[in-house]
């Protein structure tokens, strides 16, 4: 009988412990700070910008820990974001690693809006590869077969303009309803806020934007909020995704 009672004490423990660890659990996703603990001082720590941010100081982001910036650049085939100029040139003055990414249409040609990425952002030498960010948006849906088509348009325009292939920014849903087993040669990058990337995609990816609710000083836009990326892996092998 004590022999039972104990084994019953042991049971209720074990069952308060899982209890208590699901609901450590659920707070830190509901407070979007799970994924902190799943980051490696080893990767390279950087941000996505956009006019959102409004005017930025890059010497201020880099003391806080920013290796590399993504700027918006263009939007669809025809619309340019209107930092994207001043967040380029800032980034390179202060020898930040820079980038700039294109927001991808459902409702443009993929060709049309490569080389309207190309014609406004130039040449890249010495910068990091070009990103596609490809995502809902406005409640807007696409036919798989005519997103794979567009797409490949786009990512070929610009491989074949710059030499390198082009890094896709994606979400979860996203991803596992258009990209998942598609353009596996293209760099992933995922944005999961929730859940650890490594989760999400079996960890094949190379860049992980892991919080959308940081706030950093150095910047004066409407959204207070600014995105944070971790790259996996050092700078030696960041190299690897610069133009040359």
Not at 11 to 35: A, E, P, R, T
Not at 45 to 63: A, E, F, N, R
Not at 128 to 140: A, F, S
Request: charged share 25%.
């Amino acid at each position: 009988m004590k022999k039972r009672r104990r084994y019953f004490t042991l049971f209720n423990f074990i069952i308060f412990c899982f209890i208590i660890f699901s609901l450590k659990i659920g707070i830190m996703i509901k407070q979007k700070k799970l994924n902190n603990y799943f980051l490696s001082n080893n990767y390279i720590k950087g941000v996505d910008l956009s006019h959102y941010q409004g005017d930025v100081d890059m010497s201020i982001l880099k003391k806080q820990g920013v290796e590399f910036v993504y700027a918006k650049a263009t939007e669809g085939s025809s619309s340019v974001d209107s930092k994207y100029f001043v967040n380029y040139a800032n980034s390179k003055k202060n020898k930040i690693y820079t980038g700039a990414y294109h927001f991808f249409s459902f409702e443009s040609d993929g060709e049309t809006q490569a080389k309207h990425y190309i014609e406004v952002v130039g040449n890249l030498k010495g910068d990091l590869i070009p990103v596609v960010d490809v995502e809902y948006y406005r409640n807007k849906t696409v036919d798989k077969k005519k997103l794979h088509e567009e797409l490949n348009k786009f990512l070929n325009t610009i491989e074949k303009h710059y030499g390198v292939k082009a890094m896709i920014y994606t979400t979860p849903r996203f991803y596992y309803s258009y990209i998942k087993g598609y353009f596996s040669s293209n760099p992933l990058w995922i944005r999961s806020v929730n859940i650890p990337a490594h989760i999400i995609t079996i960890n094949k990816w190379t860049m992980w934007q892991y919080s959308d609710n940081e706030i950093l000083s150095g910047y004066n836009g409407n959204e207070k909020y600014i995105d944070k990326n971790i790259f996996k892996g050092n700078k030696e092998q960041l190299e690897h995704y610069i133009i040359h």
